[in-house]
Nanobody, 119 residues
Framework: QVQLVESGGGLVQPGGSLRLSCAAS????????MGWFRQAPGKQRELVAS???????NYLGSVKGRFTISRNNAKNTVYLQMNSLKPEDTAVYYC?????????????WGQGSQVTVSS
């Protein structure tokens, strides 16, 4: 089972930037699609960005042009660079490795990183 350890959350003013990191250990990383999800209080968890083994990316509409997902396979790490942050970006952010078996995603989750955007 892959273990995912996140770092980089915190408090930032509107318009500021943060970078989240997620280090994976325990299994092959370079072949997997990785993603960042977020969950705000009272809301469902949503996919913010994903990156495939071929480095193709996909973004939630509300973060396009502000967030960038990237990966370094040599370090088994995926990143989420967040710029021009808005109060509505406040949430707990989770990294996830997609592992689908028999139509069910059994991939691991990071522990969650709180991102708070407030003046």
């Amino acid at each position: 089972q892959v273990q995912l350890v996140e770092s980089g959350g915190g408090l930032v003013q509107p318009g500021g930037s943060l970078r989240l990191s997620c280090a994976a250990s325990g299994s092959i990383f370079s072949l997997d699609t990785m993603g960042w999800f977020r969950q705000a209080p009272g809301k469902q968890r949503e996919l913010v960005a994903s990156i495939t083994s071929g480095f193709s990316t996909n973004y939630l509409g509300s973060v396009k042009g502000r967030f960038t997902i990237s990966r370094n396979n040599a370090k088994n790490t995926v990143y989420l660079q967040m710029n021009s942050l808005k109060p509505e970006d406040t949430a707990v952010y989770y990294c996830h490795i997609f592992r689908v078996r028999g139509g069910i995603d059994i991939g691991s989750w990071g522990q969650g990183s709180q991102v708070t955007v407030s003046s």
